[in-house]
Each structure stands twice: as C-alpha cells, then as structure tokens.
C-alpha cells in the first residue's frame, strides 16, 4: 500500500512540477540560505530549490521511511555532493532550533482535518507558531495547497455536484477552509502578506498520465461516493474507467486544469 501511494506521488509530481517550479523560483532562494521542507515527501520540491540554486542548505523532514529513502536516492542521483539532510519526523513536534531558516516550505501538508483521514493536523496554529520559531527575521514562510481543478472535461454538472458532495466530507469550520490561510497568518501575528496561484494545464498526455489520472481522480472524490446519487456516481466511474467507451482522458482533445495556491509570511522579529 505504501508503496502504491510512493509511485501516486511520483506521478502526481511530474504532474504538478511546472506549477511547484515556478512558485519555488519566485521564492528567490539566495546563497548559503538555510531552507526546511516539511514533510517533504518523497524529495521532488527539494530537487527543484536545488536545480533553481544549488547553494542552499537544505532540510527535509518527512513521517515517512519509504518517503524519505526515494527522497535520499533522487537528491543523491540529480544532487550528489551537495548540503542536504533528511530526517523521520512529525509536523506537530519538530523540535528543531529557535531562529534556523531562512525559508520554511510547507506544500500538501497542512490541511486541516481528522488524523483518521489522513491529515496530519486538525488545526494549523499550533504549527504555524512553531514555524515562525525556528525562522530567522525576514524569513519567508510558505504554505502552499492545491487549490481548485476541473478535470473531468464534457462533465460539468458530474464535477460540480462530486465537489459540492466533498465540501462536505471536510472540516465544516469556515476559519479552516485553505483560502483563509492569510487569517492564520494573521491569527500568529504575521502581517506581511503575499498569496500567488500557478496553474497547469492538462492536455496531449502521455501514457502513464492518462493511466494514472483515475487514481488522482479517486483520491479527490472517493469518499463522495454515499453523499451523491446513484446515477451521478456511475456516470463518474464510466467516465474515468479506461476500459469504457465513455473513457476521457485518452481523447486526443482532452484538456483539464488544477491550481495551487501558496500563502507566503515574512516573518519579522
């Protein structure tokens, strides 16, 4: 199973990769800079703040063994030689120095929510404290999410009501919906603001992304089956089985599209 969701990641990277680059180069991480991924999954946004300047130092911390192992290996494959340090650790307790970074990148990994599906927090506070702790003054925080899609293409009504259904398999407390995070910024103390959306386009894909898109598909909008109707929910899986007719991701006219978003705090002190 962990090593399904390993290979989930890899593609779903390669998915987003333009998006991540972008948002990593406008950071303008500069030389000797001390920089912390949390959790940083299996490697690929480090690989990335390495290709934009490879004099960073860098600090990726992860739940996961099997995360951290493929991170080690991609980063000593593209990035031999170079100052980076993975360690086990939890979001929630870092126990990291007071006043060490310069950056602090958090992508994908502060949905609020219940640990029993899989968040790692149920409130971000507590954390985004611990944040500004262990960053220097003028240090950029930065949290970033995927914040909005549309994927299935000819399907709107289909799309519509699966997201309308997975509002609702969330936290329901409006102060905790992603797009206030510039609130919990300011809940902290940081005032210093700045919120960038990067887009990525789907279209001519390539094998492996037109097998894997029904997976992502089914991560986002699994538990929505019980809270749709019937017909809505067997039109959705028509639609996304590659042994259908109805299949739409192998059309050659396809076209999707999904955002993220990344909420940047400078912190000062």
């Known amino acids: 199973m962990e090593h399904n969701y390993v290979e989930s990641l890899v593609l779903s990277n390669k998915m987003n990769e333009k998006a991540i680059r972008k948002a990593i180069k406008d950071l303008e991480l500069f ?14 946004h480090i690989s ?38 993975f360690q086990e650790g939890d979001i929630n307790n870092l126990g990291l120095p007071d006043n060490s970074f310069d950056f602090i990148w958090c992508c994908d990994g502060l949905y609020p929510g219940d640990k029993e599906m899989g968040m790692l927090v149920e409130e971000p506070y507590d954390v985004l404290r611990d944040f500004v702790r262990i960053a220097k003054s003028g240090a950029k925080i930065a949290i970033g999410f995927f914040t909005s899609k549309r994927l299935l293409a000819g399907y709107p009504i289909v799309e519509a009501t699966l997201a309308d259904a997975e509002i609702f398999t969330k936290n329901a407390n409006p102060e905790l919906d992603i ?25 001519n894909l390539d094998k492996n992304m037109i097998e894997w898109l029904p997976t992502f598909c089914n991560l ?16 959705y899986t028509d639609i996304i089985d590659p042994k259908s007719a109805n299949f ?15 909420y940047i705090a400078t912190v000062e002190k």
């Open 48 to 85: 990335y703040m390495l290709d934009e300047n490879p004099n960073i130092n860098v600090t990726g911390i992860d739940f996961s063994k099997n995360h951290l192992a493929y991170a080690q290996e991609l980063n000593q494959k593209h990035h031999p030689n170079i100052n980076c340090t």
């Open 179 to 203: 797009l206030c995070t510039p609130a919990w910024f300011k809940k902290i103390g940081l005032t210093k603001i700045e919120v960038k959306s990067y887009a990525v386009d789907l279209y």
């Open 248 to 262: 739409i991701f192998d059309k050659d006219s396809y076209t999707g599209l999904f955002t993220y978003t990344i």
């Open 31 to 44: 030389d000797a800079a001390n920089v912390l991924d949390v959790p940083c999954g299996i490697g690929n």
């Open 220 to 235: 986002i909008w699994a538990q929505s089956q019980n809270k749709v109707s019937e017909e809505v929910w067997q039109q």
